[in-house]
């Protein structure tokens, strides 16, 4: 009997290592957590109470997956029938989110005609279009967006119309835009693609900074937050270590 509770006890205390060290790898939270899990059995409950179940809240997007993908089947059916702007624009943003940006891309350019009067999906589609590298086209959505609405989306078109200046060599616009947007706009995405532009032009002290900035704001952020903002971390974390001290 004993050697049977020590055996269950053996498995259990070795599945809640597992769970703990398969979320660390994927989720790369604070490496400190690594030593706590590999501990103790009660290290990696630990982990897995306040790690892995807050992150579940993350998991809301993976479930959308499948209603998302059988309204883009349906809406690729009606389309057949009714090609209509509104019907593509819907299909883009789906692909959008589904990380399609081709497919994305070519739904947005049936949609967008001389008539469209509202600058969401030349924005939308500015991003799919930065996703596929495709800079120069970017600009002119983006310029058109930023024009229309210099606050679009919460600044982040500022910090997009910067990124794709970069990307189609046009520093000089690049430098001025991006300092608009961060005197405006504290998104870790725009102060990253400003650390890479600073980083190409030579600008290493001042890349460190804003690499730095996006690290100094997890401190003070709400756990979901900085769950959410790990990837920009991850990255500011790994530029920092390119960079020249």
């Known amino acids: 009997m004993g050697s049977f509770l020590f055996f269950a006890f053996s ?27 590999l501990f103790h059995w009660v290290g ?18 993976s479930f959308q997956v499948f209603p998302r993908r059988r309204r883009i089947r349906e809406l690729q059916s ?26 994305a891309k070519a739904a947005y350019d049936r949609a967008i005609s001389s008539r469209t009067d509202h600058v969401d999906p030349f924005y939308r589609r500015a991003i799919a279009e930065i996703e596929l590298g495709q800079f120069a086209q970017a600009v002119p959505d983006l310029e058109r967006t930023v024009t229309s609405d210099p606050d679009y989306d919460f600044h982040r078109a500022k910090g997009l119309l910067a990124w794709a200046y970069a990307g189609n060599g046009q520093t000089e616009k690049a430098d001025a835009m991006f300092r608009e947007a961060v005197k405006l706009s504290t998104i870790s995405e725009t102060y990253y693609h400003y650390a890479l532009f600073l980083q190409t032009q030579g600008r290493s002290k001042e890349a460190r900074d804003f690499a730095r900035r996006i690290l100094d704001k997890k401190p003070t952020m709400p756990g979901y937050l900085r769950r959410r903002e790990r990837p920009w971390f991850r990255k500011a974390g790994a530029l920092l270590g390119r960079l020249p001290a």
Not at 17 to 29: E, K, N
Not at 44 to 61: C, F, K, N, Q, S
């Open 11 to 37: 498995w259990w205390s070795i599945a809640l290592r597992i769970i703990a060290l398969v979320h660390f790898i994927r989720r790369r939270p604070d490496f400190y957590w690594l030593w706590i899990i």
């Open 44 to 61: 990696a409950l630990a982990y897995i109470v306040m790690e892995v179940i807050p992150d579940a809240g993350l998991l809301r997007t």
């Open 78 to 103: 009606m389309i057949l029938d009714n090609p209509s702007a509104g019907n593509y624009e819907e299909l883009a943003l789906l692909y959008l989110d589904d990380g399609r940006f081709a497919e």
